[in-house]
């Protein structure tokens, strides 16, 4: 098979994935085309690192024995081979990623990686959705990523997320809580500096303001 035809399979591959995930979000959860609001905690969620060789779905359970969910909160499941959001919010703002493993839409991990160095008072991280976990290591080997990434093989936390397009880059103050409406589809390096500067500015004021009240 020649590289042009890869590169269009892999892109068709793709976004057979994305449609299934925009039908998946609009019957589990209400449309919102900015991902989790603004003042709203992100969804607990903890899956295997695509580096480590721990398998399993999705726990996006917040209290023991939830079924399908997961038998333990999110939260708690801690380990080296773990991706759990809880723990990545827990000492500083997060810059989340979800995306597909296809086409341009993997194009802002580079930027984040390019991030990292500027704002290392915040923390960067990714999930693949339905993606293959070699393609994806693979990703990471060829572009020389440092940043922990997941992997989301069911679309259970794209749904819980509400994605509807890729990739989707949600911003969170340390403990959480949303800072601002999801970045949505393919931005650039420029548009994504300007958000992760706008989180670190609105961090340190908020901040301020509680060592004040304090």
């Known amino acids: 098979m020649s590289g042009s035809r890869y590169g269009r399979l892999v892109g068709l591959v ?10 998946r979000a609009v019957f589990i959860s209400p449309i919102d085309p900015s991902g989790i609001p603004p003042g709203h905690r992100l969804p607990p969620f903890a899956t295997p ?22 038998k333990v909160p999110a939260c708690a499941e801690r380990g080296p081979q773990i991706f759990n959001v809880c723990e990545l919010y827990e000492h500083a703002p997060l810059v989340l990623a979800l995306f597909v493993d296809s086409g341009s839409c993997t194009g802002v991990l580079d930027s984040m990686q390019t991030l990292m160095r500027r704002f290392p008072g915040v923390r960067f991280a990714a999930v693949a959705i339905r993606g293959d976990r070699g393609q994806v290591r693979a990703l990471i080997r060829e572009h020389k990523l440092t940043l922990p990434i ?8 794209a749904a ?55």
């Open 150 to 157: 997941g992997i989301d093989e069911e679309g259970t936390v």
């Open 14 to 23: 793709g976004l057979i994935v994305l449609v299934g995930l925009i039908v």
């Open 160 to 214: 819980l997320y509400k994605v509807l397009t890729c990739p989707q880059v949600d911003f969170a103050y340390r403990g959480g809580e949303v800072q601002s409406k999801a970045l949505l589809g393919n931005p650039t390096l420029a548009q994504l500096r300007s958000r992760v500067a706008a989180l670190t500015t609105a961090a340190r004021g908020r901040a301020l303001g509680a060592g004040a009240k304090a």
């Open 49 to 70: 690192l695509v580096q480590g060789s721990l398998q399993g779905k999705a726990d996006i359970a917040t209290h023991a024995d939830e079924g399908e969910n997961g």
